[in-house]
């Protein structure tokens, strides 16, 4: 028996390229620089014992063939990186790669341009300090709200409510005029001021208020409010605006708050008109730092004095289709932020003097680059995977306790674009084009260890961002001082009641505008401008109406029963319940000869 022997041979040493799989490889920013830098994935250190290698020449690499192992020494570049795909949508600030379906159903990007960063700081010139013209006179209160809620609006409410009445055939009777749709806006505005607990105690015996009362009947108001209509429904079929109902307001609004003069430094933000109603379905949102946390959500954009420029009214993935603003091809490519941000900016009077600020929301390096080249400035707070990887101090070794506070880092692209961080109570990132961190100034942060407050520096970007960051705030904060009440089922309702506030609050912003310009120290109040809107816009002959009793309070007879008022359609009417139920005359019918 013969028996067998291994044979060994000397056979070529294969290449490791056959046992991993191909990588794109990136640039490096210099020849010494390793060019597998960058891949997350590390290749497995065993090859599979049942490989089979592809039976093409050895010395000719295949399709599937790759350079440089694992193993080999990489160099991480310094200043020189490739700008990531960032994504603008809510994206998790750990940075976890999304699923592999979501990746091939996100829409295709344009190439990434090539960042470089150097540490260097922003020195542009400061822009212009804004100057308001004087005018000749003051208007009244009056006549500043019909600046922007005009008489041509109060015509147009008129026509759809009397057309949605005939529509609807509810009481054929009901007709109405600009002057009575006039009553009817200035008795939301007093109810803004004076606002009970329900409506109808405006006109009750116990609680009754004679500038409402006085000017229409608790009937009509009711049935006003139940009639009043914004735009034609027999339209609606056509159209994929979901605001359909409240679009001519608001586009009106828009049209004369753009044509107002704006200053230098404008800030976009998110407004919430409040509504916990359900019957908007999921137009109705959610932020949980508001403070009206349930309600509409609107993107705008202010001046720093808190006059509101231009509103965005969100409706979901096709909010600026449905307003039919038209998009380039560049940004169509961008995130849905910055289109928004995009779309705000282009309606701006002048962009070459004028500074953007917003939060982290927006921020994006793709806005901040494409702002840029339209010679419009931008400052805003940014997260860390929307800003391209800067070679900044990293956020875990910044929140030491041994890095004290006020510690800050910074660097710059070739192109412009400041990148900053910066520790406060907690670690805030800034991307801005208008300021950089020079000089460095002091603000006073309360330390909880020695229970005083104490001086920490603060880069100027910063203390820029803070002083420019709240018109949104501003205006917010107005409204909310005297915000008409609005409650009823149809959800738009409460749009058209801000429509009204937003109209109120900007006629008095611009009108401290004019008082400051002539050198007038006192002006009237936003209370005080609201109660004389009021009285002009109710100077029509008023509609008398007697008080009437509510079961509400203690000694009242029975339940509310209105007092014959002169309405027209009213035929007759129930006599008063201390008449009908006094129990002391006979009330049957008396026949007589005649």
Not at 113 to 129: I, V
Not at 172 to 178: A, G, N
Not at 447 to 460: D, F, G, L, N
Request: proline share 7%; glycine share 4%; with cysteine.
């Amino acid at each position: 028996m013969v028996r067998p022997y291994l044979i060994i041979r000397p056979v070529q040493q294969l290449s490791t390229q056959l046992f991993y799989g191909k990588r794109a490889t990136v640039v490096p920013a210099h020849p010494s620089i390793s060019d597998d830098e960058g891949s997350e994935e590390e290749d497995d250190d065993v090859a599979d014992p049942d490989f089979l290698p592809p039976t093409h020449n050895l010395d000719t690499p295949g399709p599937s063939d790759i350079g440089p192992s694992a193993k080999r020494k990489c160099v991480q570049p310094a200043l020189e990186v490739l700008e990531e795909d960032d994504d603008d949508d809510d994206d998790d600030d750990d940075g976890e790669p999304a699923p592999q379906a979501k990746r091939q159903t996100k829409k295709e990007k344009p190439a990434a341009r090539l960042t470089t960063w150097r540490k260097a700081d922003l020195d542009n010139p400061a822009l212009p300090e804004y100057q308001h013209c004087p005018p000749d006179f003051i208007d009244t209160p009056f006549q500043y709200f019909s600046r922007y809620f005009s008489p041509q609006i109060i015509k147009h409410i008129t026509y759809q409510t009397n057309l949605y009445a005939t529509q609807k055939n509810i009481n054929t009777t009901f007709t109405t005029t600009e002057d009575e749709m006039m009553n009817f806006v200035a008795i939301l505005m007093y109810m803004g001021i004076a606002e009970l607990p329900a409506v109808e105690d405006y006109w009750a015996m116990e609680t009754r208020v004679p500038q409402v009362a006085n000017l229409m009947s608790s009937k009509r108001f009711r049935l006003m409010k139940r009639l009043v209509l914004f735009n034609d429904n027999t339209q609606i079929p056509g159209t994929i605006d979901r605001f359909f109902k409240v679009q001519p307001l608001f586009s009106h609004l828009n049209a004369v708050f753009r044509s107002e003069p704006q200053t230098p430094k404008q800030s976009v933000d998110e407004v919430m008109v409040a509504y916990k109603g359900k019957t908007a379905g999921n137009l109705r949102q959610y932020i949980k730092n508001k403070p009206d946390k349930w309600g509409f959500k609107l993107f705008a954009r202010a001046s720093e004095d808190g006059f509101i420029h231009d509103m965005v009214l969100y409706q979901g993935k096709n909010t600026l289709e449905a307003h039919g603003v038209p998009l380039t091809p560049e940004q169509t490519a961008m995130g849905v932020t910055s289109q928004i941000v995009s779309v705000l900016a282009s309606t701006m009077s002048s962009s070459t003097t004028t500074a953007i600020f917003a939060d982290n929301f927006f921020t994006s390096l793709e806005i901040v680059r494409y702002l840029k080249d339209k010679n419009c400035r931008y400052t805003g707070t940014a997260r860390d995977n929307r800003i391209g990887r800067p070679p900044l101090k990293i956020i875990k070794e910044m929140e030491n306790k041994a890095v004290p506070r006020g510690t800050y880092d910074y660097v710059t692209i070739d192109d412009g674009i400041l990148a900053l961080r910066w520790k406060d109570n907690r670690i805030v990132t800034l991307l801005s084009t208008d300021m950089g961190a020079e000089p460095i100034s002091s603000v006073h942060r309360y330390c909880s260890e020695t229970k005083r407050k104490e001086q920490v520096s603060c880069p100027a970007v910063i203390k820029s961002y803070n002083a420019n960051m709240g018109g949104i705030d501003k205006s917010d904060m107005l409204v909310h001082l005297y915000r008409t009440p609005m409650k009823s089922k149809r959800w738009y309702m409460r749009l058209f009641a801000y429509s009204v506030d937003v109209s109120l609050t900007n006629a008095w912003v611009f009108y401290r505008r004019d008082c400051k310009a002539i050198g007038l120290e006192v002006g009237l109040s936003l209370k005080i401008f609201r109660i004389q809107v009021f009285k002009e816009a109710s100077s029509q002959r008023p509609v008398t109406s007697h008080p009437r009793r509510s079961s509400a309070f203690p000694g009242s007879l029975s339940t509310s029963v209105d007092i014959p008022t002169p309405v027209r359609g009213h035929c007759s009417h129930n006599p008063e319940s201390s008449v009908r139920f006094d129990m002391s005359l006979f009330h049957a019918p008396v026949y007589t000869n005649r």
